[in-house]
């Protein structure tokens, strides 16, 4: 198996016949996209810059990925795109100038519509991209000067590209076109560390020597084209004024078809392979008599999968194999040379971008709890004395010491002051209505009651769980067998790289099928996380054992899509998958259903016509649905009767709290994907009032760069005349319309068009909601975005920003309507929560309310509101643990009152504080967090983590900070021998359990250290 480069040099027909020295202008013919890379790295042989105009932008990308196929090492290929606000391409523009200052050979590719983006002037360009390296002097407000005047938007934590934020001696910034943010951290005006860290858990990944640092924004003034950058003895391939004197070269390579056609429901699965095998024999028989195949295959699975099925043929050995992606197929008839690309041996048309397997794969961590995300002005839940408002970290008097505590207030005005080292014990108030709570009165009853309730509430589910779980435990499926080789190659097959939980949710569900029991599974993920891909691999596993699957989906337009990734997905693979859904005929359906009931078809993809009477199975054996909330009533009643007999994977984008997620862990298979692929960007997300110049600068812009729109109008009687305005503003452009009252033939005919790229806006209904994956759809437009629910609005801005460029969305306002406060609330928030898988974030309060409304049923959200989502989420996880006989996690509630330590951050005192210093955690909510993670640790070990973790984000400890730390310690062994307070007054240390004090020898212990730190550790080992 050869990952070699194709060493064809490209015989050139010209019409002087002699093409030395080079022409300054050349117009290629119509020649092969594979042929042409060839072409431009022979050209780059023979001077040192090419720039090549590809006919759009659609091509040029095509082009880019074939020749970073067939390419060598240390040539170097940029592609050069029109657009100057998505900080990704600003950032390889300034690379680009950057490397042409070094008269180093490369090639340019770029498209006729990128020739006019303005570019700073030489003598600018240099200042606008900075590199920076470990060990240089530089001192920290330098940079952090640079960063704000070069576009780098200062905040608190880095989530999103063009980002930053400063804490003392350490800068955090994402860079633009960087994989991940980076952590720069000094040591005075010398730069220590240079390392990548993680965006969910801001937590260090690796060390890096040094880090290229684009600005974000460009100068007005000053600039100049691409053109006027290039060096005088630049080759120039397509020039774009028809009247440049330029050669025009040909060459004997012709486009190759290989007459192969992917199964259809007239072509099956049997009858394709038989034609490739057919094809694959030829193609041996002429390798014999001398003719050369090259054969590209895009991953290690389909090159596997082909040398295991063709490798007895005789002649074999002579096929030349290679890795990589290129378009296009293409012979030489005189020279017998032939290029086979892997989608035109497996006859599918891709519209992905290729090479995103390559992406370098960290192990993502989880973010931060955000239960802790509480503001000043919020709900609370105090575990003792119930609902309360929380008006922020303030410093009181205790006794003669002043601390730093939480305030809380309660009804007639009743303030509680929380000590910091007990502020686990507040929770934000969160619960499935959307009215305002009643604050509880402090020493009331009625706290004490409706905890109590919220308890037995909590009960009688844990025991309907328990039971349901039971009995599914005792039904008996057939158990699938283990990997087949087959479905190893399969997973290799995935063109990108996977991301940590999308292995594990893999393996989970995977693990499921293997045991005897029917599978019923909940795969959570955000939009466009790759949820579809797991449960694939499940339909193959599935598949492979010989049983059939079925999948449901809430909408046609989601069958046809999904129909068509199935399709192009399992190509190498004889598996026959057909749908039922409107876009097809009546007499369609039929034959379907009959090859079905035949046990012809493997995977049956439909919407929920799959579950009428008529539809029937031979051996059905897994059924995947994606978004089951969608569904009606009687098609949940008929779901919940095949539960009890076949593998279940539910699919959902509504997210689900973690608290609730770990406390039904056990009792409810779960899955979830966090992590959003690699190179993810989130969207831009702009709520605007209805304003024509915006509309017109978004569509040209997203036009100008090769992409799509989507154009969201929710009413079909009005849909016609939006399409004239849009025609009266945009003459030029090419619109669809798809609701979901059309045909069903012309609907299915309009996503398809729209999906090939033949329109550039689709204007549509809410049809688009669910689950349509168009990457290169990156603009959104909602018309009356008031009108919709937040999770509708999640939903639609997951369309777009489905590839590794920037995306827009743009919630347009009814002209001259007055927002109602739910309303503005949700414009808000969806506006306050743009980062990427937000989802799992507080913007999607209602959301995960829903979620969990859907999980745990309506009468428990009485209790919930009561009691507040996170102190159920508690009692419910330790009633469960308690049912199960396990011991439940302890309540770390150990008061500790020590007359030696100062808890006060404004008095400053290092010598025996124990507190967060303002100067080392400025920002009040961040330092609440960190307070409460830290009064939460219930093991040792977690210590450990926490405190590797401060570290890295905020530099070494200071003092005061460790002493918190051994509190936490000391609070965690006081648990554990039952002890409730810790009180040290005048060296006496006072223990107090539930049956009294604890005494040595009838005496209260005392405390012989001198320093507090040492003093601590005294107590620790007292205990």
Request: charged share 25%.
């Amino acid at each position: 198996m050869s990952t070699l480069h194709l060493n064809a040099n490209v015989p050139v027909i010209h019409q002087d016949h002699e093409l030395h020295p080079l022409p300054r202008a050349i117009r290629i013919g119509d020649i092969p996209l594979s042929i042409q890379a060839l072409l431009a790295l022979q050209f780059m042989e023979q001077t040192t810059t090419v720039l090549w105009i590809a006919y759009d932008n659609r091509e040029m990308q095509r082009l880019h990925e074939t020749l970073l196929t067939l390419k060598k090492p240390e040539q170097a290929v940029y592609p050069f795109y029109p657009e100057s606000e998505d900080p990704a391409v600003i950032g390889q523009h300034l690379q680009l100038l950057a490397r042409l200052a070094t008269d180093e050979p490369l090639i340019i590719l770029t498209s006729p519509v990128a020739l006019n983006t303005p570019l700073p002037i030489p003598s600018l360009a240099k200042e606008r991209l900075r590199t920076v390296c470990t060990h240089e002097t530089l001192p920290p407000a330098t940079l952090a000067g640079w960063l704000n005047k070069n576009g780098y938007e200062f905040g608190v934590e880095v989530y999103a590209q063009g980002e930053a934020a400063q804490r003392g001696g350490i800068i955090d910034c994402w860079p633009a076109g960087s994989p991940r943010p980076v952590r720069i951290e000094f040591f005075g005006n010398q730069i220590e560390s240079i390392r990548y860290f993680d965006d969910q858990s801001q937590c260090s990944i690796e060390k890096i020597e040094q880090i290229e640092l684009p600005a974000l924004t460009l100068s007005e003034t000053h600039t100049q084209p691409l053109l006027d950058h290039l060096p005088a003895d630049t080759l120039i391939i397509n020039p774009p004024d028809p009247t440049t004197p330029a050669s025009l070269i040909e060459t004997p390579y012709e486009v190759y078809q290989t007459g192969l056609h992917a199964p259809s429901a007239t072509h099956t699965p049997a009858q394709a392979e038989a034609a490739r095998h057919a094809f694959v024999e030829h193609c041996c028989n002429q390798a014999q008599t001398g003719k050369t195949y090259h054969f590209y295959f895009e991953t290690e699975g389909t090159s596997t999968r082909f040398q295991k099925l063709y490798a007895p043929l005789p002649g074999f050995d002579q096929l030349q194999l290679h890795l990589g992606v290129i378009h296009e197929s293409a012979h030489h008839p005189t020279e017998q040379i032939t290029i086979i690309t892997e989608s035109d041996f497996y006859a599918y048309h891709t519209h992905r971008s290729a090479h995103a397997r390559n992406a370098r794969r960290f192990k993502k961590q989880e973010r931060v709890n955000e239960a802790a995300d509480i503001q000043p002005g919020d709900y609370v839940v105090h575990v003792e004395h119930g609902v309360g408002k929380y008006l922020g970290l303030v410093e009181t008097k205790s006794g003669q010491t002043n601390m730093e505590v939480l305030s809380i207030e309660y009804a007639k005005g009743d303030k509680v002051y929380l000590p910091v080292t007990q502020a686990h014990l507040l929770t934000r108030y969160k619960s499935m209505g959307k009215q305002r709570p009643r604050l509880h009165t402090l020493g009331g009853r009625k706290w004490k009651n409706d905890r109590n309730h919220a308890e037995q509430g909590a009960r009688d589910l844990a025991v309907q769980l328990l039971e349901t779980q039971a009995a599914r435990q005792a039904q008996r499926g057939i158990p699938s067998q283990p990997d087949t080789a087959q479905q190893t190659e399969f997973e290799a097959a995935f063109p990108y790289t996977e991301t940590e939980d999308q292995l594990t949710a893999t393996a989970q569900l995977k693990a499921d099928m293997e045991k005897p029991q029917p599978m019923d599974r909940l795969l959570c993920g955000d939009v466009g996380f790759g949820k579809t891909e797991v449960a694939m691999r499940c339909a193959f596993k599935a598949v492979q054992e010989g049983r059939q699957v079925a999948v449901l989906v809430p909408t046609t337009v989601l069958a046809q899509q999904h129909c068509d990734s199935f399709l192009e997905r399992m190509a190498a693979f004889p598996i026959s998958i057909d749908m039922v859904c409107r876009f097809r005929t009546r007499k369609q359906q039929n034959e379907t259903l009959a090859r079905t009931l035949r046990g012809e078809v493997d995977i049956l993809i439909g919407t929920h016509r799959i579950l009428s009477g008529d539809v029937r199975f031979k051996n059905l054996g897994l059924l995947i649905i994606d978004e089951e909330q969608r569904f009606g009533v009687t098609a949940k009643e008929k779901l919940k009767w095949l539960r009890r007999e076949i593998d279940i994977i539910t699919m959902s984008a509504t997210p689900i709290p973690r608290t609730l997620y770990m406390s039904l862990t056990g009792v409810r298979d779960l899955a979830t994907i966090k992590t959003a692929p690699q190179e993810r960007q989130p969207v831009e997300t702009h709520v605007i009032p209805y304003d024509e110049p915006i509309i017109i600068h978004a569509i040209e812009r997203e036009i100008q760069r090769g992409g799509q729109v989507f154009y969201l109008h929710n009413r079909v009687k009005t849909i016609h005349h939006v399409e004239n305005r849009l025609r009266a503003l945009l003459p030029d452009i090419r619109i669809a319309i798809a609701h979901g009252q059309m045909g069903e033939t012309e609907l299915s005919e309009i996503m398809h068009a729209f999906v090939e790229g033949r329109f550039d806006v689709l204007l549509c209904t809410t049809i688009i909601e669910s689950g349509v994956d168009i990457p290169n759809c990156n603009t959104l437009f909602v018309e009356n975005a008031e009108r919709f629910g937040l999770s509708d609005l999640y939903q639609l801005r997951g369309r777009v920003g489905r590839s590794s460029r920037k995306a827009f969305a743009y919630f347009m306002l009814t002209q001259g309507g007055d927002l109602i406060d739910a309303a503005r609330d949700r414009m808000n928030a969806i506006q306050r929560y743009t980062g990427l898988g937000s989802g799992f974030r507080l913007a999607m309060r209602d959301l995960e309310m829903r979620g969990a409304g859907n999980l745990l049923g309506a009468n428990q959200s009485g209790h919930i509101s009561n009691i507040g989502f996170d102190l159920y989420c508690q009692l419910l996880r330790r009633t469960i643990a308690q049912m199960q006989g396990k011991t439940p996690p302890p309540l770390m509630d150990v008061a500790v009152r020590i007359d030696f330590l100062n808890f006060s951050p404004a008095s400053g005192a290092l010598k025996n504080g124990a507190f967060i210093p303002y100067e080392y955690v400025e920002d009040e909510n961040l330092r609440l967090r960190l307070y409460q993670r830290i009064s939460a640790l219930a093991e040792k070990k977690e210590i450990t983590l926490i405190k590797k973790e401060i570290t890295d984000r905020f530099g070494s400890l200071p003092a005061p900070v460790h002493r918190l730390l051994l509190i936490a310690h000391l609070r965690i062994i006081a648990a554990k021998k039952d002890i409730i307070a810790i009180t040290v007054r005048d060296d006496q240390v006072m223990l107090n359990t539930e049956k009294g004090f604890r005494t040595q020898a009838g005496q209260h212990p005392r405390l012989a250290a001198t320093s507090p730190t040492e003093r601590l550790k005294e107590l620790i080992q007292l205990l």
